[in-house]
């Protein structure tokens, strides 16, 4: 159970080609998550190909944490959603991501931003 009050939303807009950006949405998720803080992670754009198997695996970034081990974590304890017209565009369904990565729509991210206690970041 949570100590916070607030929940923190990270929407990740980049992918690969912005290492250092995506490196630090995953870490900041990833920290509040280890203090304690319900995190909820948004994939957008690019971003989105992280959900699916082998993707995290094989992004490499120096001094950086394992990206799939922060994934990971986040799907233990929080929330990775994908956004639905993103995992459009690329052809990707539920079944192409990690287990536990869902997709929804912008009206369920507009939803999780305004609820009372949350904090927005875009990466």
């Known amino acids: 159970m949570s100590t ?4 923190l939303v990270v929407k990740l807009t980049a ?4 290492a250092e950006r995506v490196s630090q ?3 900041v998720a990833s920290t509040a998550l280890a203090s304690g803080v319900p995190v909820s992670l948004w994939l957008t754009g690019e971003g989105s ?3 699916v198997p082998g993707r995290a695996e094989s992004f490499d970034l120096p001094y950086a944490a394992s ?3 922060l994934r990971d974590a986040l799907l233990a304890e929080g929330r990775v959603t994908v956004c639905t017209q993103c995992a459009a565009r690329r052809s ?4 192409d991501l990690v287990p536990g990565a869902v997709i929804r729509g912008a009206a369920a991210f507009v939803e999780e931003v305004m609820a009372e206690g949350a904090q927005a970041l875009v990466y």
């Open 25 to 27: 949405a995953f870490t």
């Open 92 to 95: 990707l369904s539920e079944e």
């Open 15 to 18: 992918g690969v080609e912005d």
């Open 67 to 69: 990206l799939a081990e």
């Open 4 to 7: 916070h009050s607030r929940t």
């Open 49 to 51: 190909w992280l959900a």
